[in-house]
C-alpha cells in the first residue's frame, strides 16, 4: 500500500528489484546518476541543515558539518543503499532545550553518547523490533511527516521567525511575520514552476535528475533577470572549513553524565525510530529488506564521530532519501556523492550556492510532499477496520504535534491493545461427553486479555467427577495463561473432582507445577515457546513473584 501511494513519485524511475536480478552494475551512465542524484540532494540538505540549526540553536555550520558527517557515515555503511541522513527536525527539537540551558559543549556530549547508545542497540539487535510496527502507524507515519515536512517549508514565506520559545512543536513556525504583496507572489510563482519542471522534465529528457532540471532553471532565471526573492544567502553563510576535531568540552563527572543521559536517550530513540521506519519506507519502494542492525551501527558510528567534530547529530531524512530515489539514486556512490558535495559547497562553492532561490528548493519538498504522503491511506478509510483507520490519524495527528517517536510508540500501544481485545473476544470452547467425563475443547488463544473469559466457561460445582480440557484448538501465550491454569486446577481439586489438561507442549508442562501433573501426553502435542519467565532456582513464574 505504501508503495502505491508513492507511485506517482517514483513511477518513473526504473526500480531494481535486488531479490530478483542482483545488485546494479556501475556503468559510466549509472555513475552519472548516481552522482547527479547526489548532486540533488546535497542542494536540498542546505537549506534543511541551516534551518535545522536555528532550531536547535547552534550555528549553521553545525548543522552542515553534521550533515556532511551522518550522510558520508551512513551512505557507506548503512543498512539500506540510497538512504540520505543528515541532522532533521525531529532531534533538533529535542535539542533546543539542552542547548539553552547548557551550552553546545553539553550537546556535543549528548550526541556521542546518543551514538554509542544507538550503536549497542545495533549489537544487541534491536532493531529487529521495528517490524513490530503495524502498518496503519506506518501509514500515518507517512502522512504526518509529510505534513510536518510541508509545515517547515513555510518559514521560507516569512519576513521574520516565530520569538524563540513562544510557541511549541511544528506550529511554532506558524507565528512568524508573513511575506506579502510582489514579494509573496514571485515565492509562490517560483515555486510553482519549481514543481511544474520536476512534473514535465520526465516527460521531456532523463538525462539530468527531474528536480535538479527544476532547482537549475529556476536559477538561472532568477539570478539572469535579478528578480528580488530570499536565496540560500539570506539565511546564512555557508562558507567553512574542514570539520575539525573538538573533544566536547565538558567536565567528566556524573553530574554531567545525569545532564546528558536523558536527553541521549531520547535522540537516540528518536533518530532510530525515524531513521528504521525510513529504512523500511525505502525498502518498499526498492523491494528491498532486513538490514535493521547495520543501520543501528551505521547512526550509531555517524552521531559519535560527529559529536566529536563540533556536529549536531542526525538521522535518516525521509525528504532527501525520496528526492534521492526519486533522482535515480540506488546504491551508496549517491549518499557518498551528497555528502562530499555538502563539503565541497563548504569549502569552495559557498558563494555559488547561496545565489540559489529558496522558492526553488521549495518546490522540491513540495513535490516530496506530494509524493510521501499516502494518498490512498485516505480512500481506504471506510474499508479496513475502524481501529486501523483511528490508528492511521492518530499516529499521524501525534507526529505533527508532538514528535514521531512519541506518535510510533503511542500507535504500536494501541494497535497492540485492540490486537488483544480482539482476541480476548475470540476464546470460547465446546463440550462434549466421553465415557462419563466432561470434555472441554478450547478454542482461541489463553493470555492476559482472555484469562476472565476462560474462567467463566466452567462450572465447577456442576460438572462432574471426571472433567478434561483438551488445547488442541488453543494456545497458551503467557504467565497469566498458565497462572489461570494452576488456578483452575486447585478449584477441581478443591472440590475432589479429577481434571486432565489434553494438548498442552513440553514448556506447559515444565513451567506448570501442580497442574503440569495433569497433563496427558500425547503424540499430537503443539510445540510452541512461551513468552514467560521461569526462575530454575525457585521453580516458579515471574522469577519467584
Not at 17 to 27: W, Y
Not at 505 to 520: K, P
Request: glycine residues 10%.
Amino acid at each position: 500500500m505504501i508503495r502505491s501511494a508513492l507511485s506517482d513519485f517514483a513511477d518513473r524511475i526504473t526500480i531494481p528489484a535486488r531479490r530478483r536480478s542482483g545488485p546494479l552494475t556501475f556503468t559510466p551512465n549509472r555513475i552519472k546518476v548516481e552522482v547527479l542524484a547526489g548532486l540533488t540532494v546535497a542542494l536540498a540538505l542546505v537549506p534543511e541543515a541551516v534551518a535545522f540549526a536555528f532550531v536547535a540553536g547552534v550555528e549553521p555550520l553545525v548543522g552542515l558539518y553534521a550533515a556532511f558527517i551522518v550522510g558520508l557515515i551512513t551512505a557507506v555503511i548503512g543498512g539500506r543503499p540510497g538512504m540520505i541522513s543528515g541532522a532533521t527536525g525531529a532531534l533538533a527539537v529535542v535539542m533546543v532545550a539542552l542547548v539553552a540551558q547548557h551550552g553546545v559543549e553539553y550537546l556535543f556530549a549528548t550526541v556521542v553518547l546518543m551514538g554509542i547508545l544507538q550503536i549497542l542497540a545495533g549489537i544487541f539487535k534491536l532493531g529487529k523490533f521495528i517490524r513490530l510496527v503495524p502498518h496503519p502507524v506506518m501509514l500515518g507515519f507517512v502522512n504526518g511527516l509529510a505534513i510536518v515536512i510541508f509545515l517547515a517549508q513555510m518559514t521560507q514565506f516569512q519576513t521574520a521567525p516565530a520569538p524563540a520559545g513562544e510557541h511549541h512543536g511544528p506550529f511554532n513556525m506558524l507565528h512568524g511575520t508573513w511575506m506579502t504583496g510582489t514579494k509573496l507572489y514571485l515565492m509562490l510563482g517560483l515555486v510553482a514552476l519549481t514543481m511544474f519542471l520536476i512534473w514535465a522534465t520526465p516527460k521531456v529528457t532523463k538525462i539530468i535528475p527531474a528536480p535538479l532540471a527544476g532547482i537549475g532553471i529556476v536559477s538561472l532565471l532568477v539570478i539572469g533577470l535579478n528578480i528580488p526573492v530570499p536565496n540560500v544567502g539570506d539565511m546564512s553563510s555557508i562558507k567553512g572549513g574542514l570539520p575539525p576535531l573538538h573533544i566536547p568540552q565538558v567536565p567528566l563527572n556524573l553530574e554531567t553524565l545525569k545532564i546528558i543521559a536523558p536527553y541521549s536517550v531520547i535522540l537516540a530513540a528518536i533518530g532510530l525510530i525515524e531513521s528504521l521506519l525510513t529504512l523500511n519506507l525505502v525498502g518498499e519502494i526498492k523491494e528491498e529488506r532486513g538490514g535493521a542492525s547495520q543501520e543501528c551501527v551505521a547512526q550509531g558510528v555517524a552521531n559519535t564521530v560527529t559529536g566529536f567534530f563540533g556536529g549536531m547529530g542526525g538521522c535518516a531524512m525521509i525528504g532527501q532519501s525520496m528526492i534521492n530515489v526519486k533522482s535515480g539514486g540506488r546504491t551508496r556512490l549517491s549518499g557518498i556523492s551528497a555528502a562530499l558535495f555538502l563539503l565541497a559547497f563548504i569549502l569552495f562553492g559557498s558563494s555559488i550556492i547561496e545565489q540559489i532561490p529558496l522558492a526553488a528548493l521549495v518546490g522540491v519538498m513540495f513535490m516530496v510532499v506530494i509524493g510521501t504522503f499516502a494518498w490512498q491511506s485516505l480512500t481506504i478509510m471506510r474499508r479496513i477496520p475502524k481501529i486501523d483507520a483511528f490508528v492511521i490519524i492518530l499516529v499521524t495527528l501525534v507526529t505533527v504535534w508532538h514528535d514521531l517517536a512519541i506518535a510510533v510508540v503511542v500507535g504500536v500501544i494501541v494497535s497492540a491493545l485492540a490486537y488483544a481485545w480482539n482476541n480476548a473476544r475470540r476464546i470460547d470452547s465446546q463440550t462434549e461427553m466421553e465415557g462419563g467425563a466432561k470434555v472441554y475443547k478450547i478454542e482461541g488463544p489463553l493470555f492476559f486479555g482472555s484469562v476472565e473469559g476462560f474462567n467463566e466457561m466452567f462450572d465447577v460445582a456442576a460438572d462432574p467427577n471426571d472433567v478434561i480440557i483438551d488445547f488442541a484448538n488453543s494456545r497458551v501465550v503467557d504467565q497469566s495463561a498458565l497462572q489461570a491454569i494452576e488456578a483452575l486446577a486447585s478449584k477441581y481439586t478443591a472440590a475432589s473432582k479429577s481434571i486432565q489438561l489434553r494438548h498442552l507442549t513440553r514448556d506447559c508442562h515444565a513451567l506448570l507445577n501442580r497442574a503440569g501433573q495433569l497433563i496427558i501426553d500425547s503424540d499430537d502435542d503443539p510445540e510452541y515457546g512461551l513468552a514467560v519467565d521461569y526462575n530454575v532456582q525457585t521453580g516458579r513464574l515471574g522469577g519467584g513473584h
